[in-house]
T-cell receptor, first 113, second 114 residues
Framework: DAKTTQPNSMESNEEEPVHLPCNHS???????IHWYRQLPSQGPEYVIH???SNVNNRMASLAIAEDRKSSTLILHRATLRDAAVYYC??????????????FGQGTILTVHP | EPEVTQTPSHQVTQMGQEVILRCVPI?????FYWYRQILGQKVEFLVS????????KSEIFDDQFSVERPDGSNFTLKIRSTKLEDSAMYFC????????????FGQGTRLTVV
């Protein structure tokens, strides 16, 4: 699996936007970019995913660089409930991986009131 | 909203004992997974299960581990002879179909081996 690199931690204030970066310079053409998060004492939770185009859903937006070597998860207005570890994961379309997710260390997001 | 349910939430067992962790995946899902997370470490893939057989397993998933879907609704992880280093949070996950669909995770079972 291609590797992703994320900052260990980031901080934000409540109600402000948060941009969580992820580098994936060895991404292949069939790798989807997935983001999950893990709230304290909970299981991971799906946030968003994309291939080439920017994506929006009710939780967040995903901005993907034109060369796909990096992406940014955008939380438009951080709340205290968004404090979590955020994981950027590459998943190859097709193949024999049967959808397993390979988690890295992620980015610990702290949101200040 | 449908969810993955895991029981028990916390299990304490003595070293060498067998333990079974239970999961009820979302009802129309086809792919099932177990992951574990040792305290303070990253989430690690253990095994994936599709069409009533293991489709992929990691190096962690050795002969001491087994999975089963006995009745079409439950999905279990058995550890035959627990070791201290098996202490971790165990997460079950399920996914609806192939392709890049999202995985839904349960809340986890905290296994403590003493």
């Amino acid at each position: 699996d291609a590797k992703t690199t994320q900052p260990n931690s980031m901080e934000s204030n409540e109600e402000e936007p948060v941009h969580l970066p992820c580098n994936h310079s060895t991404i292949s053409g069939t790798d989807y970019i997935h983001w999950y998060r893990q709230l304290p004492s909970q299981g991971p939770e799906y946030v968003i995913h994309g291939l080439t185009s920017n994506v929006n859903n009710r939780m967040a937006s995903l901005a993907i660089a034109e060369d796909r070597k990096s992406s940014t998860l955008i939380l438009h207005r951080a709340t205290l409930r968004d404090a979590a570890v955020y994981y950027c994961i590459l998943r190859r379309a097709g193949g024999t991986s049967y959808g397993k997710l390979t988690f890295g260390q992620g980015t610990i997001l702290t949101v200040h009131p | 909203e449908p969810e993955v349910t895991q029981t028990p939430s916390h299990q304490v067992t003595q070293m060498g004992q067998e333990v079974i962790l239970r999961c009820v995946p979302i009802s129309n899902h086809l792919y099932f997974y177990w992951y574990r997370q040792i305290l303070g470490q990253k989430v690690e893939f253990l095994v994936s299960f599709y069409n009533n057989e293991i489709s992929e397993k990691s190096e962690i998933f050795d002969d001491q581990f087994s999975v089963e879907r006995p009745d079409g609704s439950n999905f279990t992880l058995k550890i035959r002879s627990t070791k201290l280093e098996d202490s971790a949070m165990y997460f079950c996950a399920s996914r609806a179909r192939t392709g890049n669909t999202e995985a839904f995770f349960g809340q986890g079972t905290r296994l403590t081996v003493v």
